[in-house]
């Protein structure tokens, strides 16, 4: 018997940022009631030593028992706690598991990497309208990077590569600022990793879901203030990406903070995500990529709230 609920709240732990979300299923509609981030970076320093800080998971720990307090005062339904690529790989995560377990009563449901690529690739495209139209969905994380294809909501091809903007940026954008030949190393190395066979299909739409794009297209806007509305179906140009890239490399980790739009938090990080995204772009000859505000959490509480055919 499926079980189903009308309200949910969502704790999205990625290697960067923890993201929470209310949603709650009306009249056959999913309804989003809150949906924000909180820069806690559980991958901090895990490049070096394969494992979650102390602090980190202090740090992280605490954000989890708060927004967990946050839900039950809402009287959501059922709290759900996804978790992706730092607890596929760290030799320490089911420690921080059964932390969180123990102190909030949640189990952090650990999503493969293909998991992980559909349910962002259904949240990505769950408002576009085109019909008969093939998608390429890009989610940049903090420790991976997923690409999945599709024909609407149907899935042909997904990957899950062991590449993110958190990861990148320990281990090769040391200096601050960056020097041209750690740049060339990324680059280099994103080269390695991401190996496309988009099986021959035609790409009509790529899409970016993850917070590099959004921040990337709020630095497009000059945003100060995050606004989901404007960013979400906004345009960015292979062009602008690029220009984006040699503004960050040119500027010291304080300047970029500086930069109206990039999200704080994410400061450090942006340069490396923008590369991947380039990257994608430029294998996939795609002129320019459409900014989704929805992913991961979003194809992930689709297929919670409602119930299969």
């Not at 820069?39 to 927004?67: C, D, H, V, Y």
């Not at 990957?159 to 600022?177: C, N, R």
């Not at 606004?227 to 503004?247: C, E, P, R, S, W």
Request: glycine share 8%.
């Amino acid at each position: 018997m499926t079980i189903t609920y009308k309200t949910i709240a969502i704790i999205d732990i990625g290697t960067n940022s923890v993201k929470f979300c209310i949603a709650e299923h009306t009249n056959g509609k999913i309804n989003t009631l809150l949906d924000t981030y909180y820069p806690t970076r559980i991958g901090e320093g895990f490049q070096t030593t394969g494992m979650i800080s102390s602090s980190a998971m202090t740090r992280n720990l605490e954000t989890i028992k708060k927004l967990c307090r946050q839900a039950r005062e809402l009287n959501v339904s059922k709290i759900f706690a996804i978790g992706t690529k730092i607890f596929r790989t760290a030799t320490n995560a089911d420690c921080f598991i059964q932390k969180v377990k123990s102190s909030c009563g949640v189990n952090i449901q650990v999503l493969s990497g293909v998991d992980e690529a559909r349910l962002s690739y259904l949240g990505a495209v769950s408002d576009i309208q085109a019909k008969d139209n093939n998608f390429a969905v890009l989610d940049t994380g903090g420790g991976s990077s997923e690409l999945t294809f599709g024909n609407d909501h149907n899935i042909y091809k997904r990957f899950s590569f062991d590449i993110g903007a958190v990861t990148l940026t320990e281990s090769y954008l040391t200096e601050d600022p960056v020097k041209t030949e750690q740049l060339e190393q990324v680059v280099e190395h994103i080269r390695q990793i991401i190996q496309l066979d988009c099986c021959g299909q035609p790409i009509d739409h790529l899409i970016g879901s993850s917070g590099v794009v959004t921040t990337m297209a709020a630095v497009k806007f000059q945003m100060t203030v995050y606004n989901a509305a404007i960013i979400h179906g906004a345009v960015l140009t292979l062009a602008q990406v690029h220009d984006q890239i040699k503004m960050y490399a040119s500027k010291t980790i304080d300047q970029r903070m500086k930069i109206p739009g990039l999200q704080k938090g994410r400061e450090d990080i942006i340069l490396a995500g923008a590369c991947i995204v380039e990257f994608v772009m430029l294998q996939l000859k795609c002129h320019q990529l459409i900014v989704s505000d929805r992913g991961l959490r979003h194809g992930f509480m689709a297929a919670e709230l409602i119930p299969p055919l």
